[in-house]
């Protein structure tokens, strides 16, 4: 423990206190000129309800100290998921902060920001000096909020929020001396997740004949088309499945896959046949139904820390596979 405050690294201070997992909020007043200000600050905190009344700190050198010094009011929007742009725009000095933001009438004067998961118009109510910091507490006016995930931040930098999960199975684990499955296993539950989600789209797949070898053909060529034989086979290398000349000839038999327009012969480019295109049409409107009713149960704020979390999980394991999304700014 470390116990001499004049001694203590400010860069491993600031690091323990990052351990505080916090929102991002960005708040706003306007100069008597009329000129808006706003600043990005994680030290807001919920102070009373009733009265309902909110806090947060702002540096001393901050070049708006003076502004929200003297000021009747300002605004507490509560950043989205969406909003780490905003979130960094609001943290640099020297920039136009405002420029091509779309905002919101507020009663007091002090801008209101779009898109975030909930906004607090306050009216200045008390200032304390705090050391470096001057801390504000506001009294709410008023107030809204969304179902939008909030962006949080722990140990600089921006996270997500994801609630606690409840055991995945409560059956006593066998001692199989180190061979059994535990349900922390990774491996175990992206493997039984991916299945559990598979189970909804086996309908279609069965109503289509269709394996998860031609699923992953079609899935892909859905995506990006046309794809030369070797092309499809480096895509789908990480699966298991092996696209070579006696599964593109099944396909084919089958007509699920059909030669490109420009083919010039008989090894492709391939690209789906009308048929193939129903059929992944079929998979799909199920994945839809299958990923909405997903997302009802978890609730969006979950939804949004799942899809961070299996992005993490890709880039971490990609054994380098070929873009399969073109960037938006590519040709
Ligand atoms: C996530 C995050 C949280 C921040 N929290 C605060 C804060 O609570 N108080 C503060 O004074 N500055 C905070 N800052 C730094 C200010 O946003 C930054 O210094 C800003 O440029 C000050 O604007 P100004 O100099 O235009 O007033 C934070 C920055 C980030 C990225």
Redesign the pocket.
């Given at each position: 423990m470390q116990t001499a405050p004049s001694s203590f690294d400010p860069r491993d201070f600031r690091r323990a206190l990052g351990t505080f997992a916090t929102g991002?909020t960005i708040v706003t007043a306007r100069a008597q000129d009329g000129t808006p200000?706003g600043?990005?600050?994680?030290?807001?905190n919920s102070v009373s309800l009733q009265p309902p009344m909110v806090l947060?700190?702002?540096?001393n050198?901050?070049?708006?100290?003076e502004v929200f010094s003297t000021s009747s009011h300002w605004n507490v929007h509560i950043l989205s998921n969406a909003q780490e742009q905003l979130?960094?725009r609001?943290?640099?000095?020297g920039e136009d902060?405002f420029a091509g933001l779309a905002l919101d009438e507020s009663a007091f004067g002090a801008p209101l920001l779009r898109g975030c998961s909930a906004r607090f118009e306050c009216r200045s109510a008390f200032q304390y000096e705090g050391g470096d910091?001057t801390i504000f507490v506001g009294e709410v006016v008023a107030y809204d909020s969304c179902a939008l995930p909030p962006l949080l931040?722990l140990t600089g930098e921006y996270a997500l929020a994801s609630r606690k999960a409840a055991p995945v199975s409560t059956e006593p684990q066998a001692d199989l001396a180190g061979a059994s499955y535990s349900e922390d296993l990774l491996g175990y539950l992206l493997g039984r997740a991916h299945f559990q989600f598979m189970h909804h789209l086996r309908p279609a797949l069965q109503a289509y004949q269709l394996s998860d070898a031609d699923f992953f053909v079609l899935s892909l060529l859905s995506v990006r088309s046309p794809l030369s034989q070797a092309d499809l086979a480096a895509h789908l290398s990480y699966t298991g499945v092996h696209f070579d000349a006696a599964l593109c000839q099944t396909m084919l038999a089958r007509q699920l896959l059909a030669a490109a327009p420009d083919a010039a012969g008989q090894a492709g480019p391939w690209q789906i046949s009308a048929h193939g295109r129903q059929a992944i049409a079929a998979v799909l409107a199920l994945a839809t139904q299958a990923e909405e009713a997903l997302v009802a149960r978890l609730g969006e704020i979950e939804a949004a820390a799942l899809r961070n979390l299996l992005k993490h999980l890709i880039l971490a394991t990609d054994p380098g596979l070929p873009k399969l999304w073109r960037s938006p700014s590519a040709p």
């Open positions: 991002v200000v600043i990005t600050a994680n030290s807001f947060w700190s702002l540096a050198t901050a070049r708006t100290r979130s960094n609001f943290a640099r000095a902060k910091h931040y």
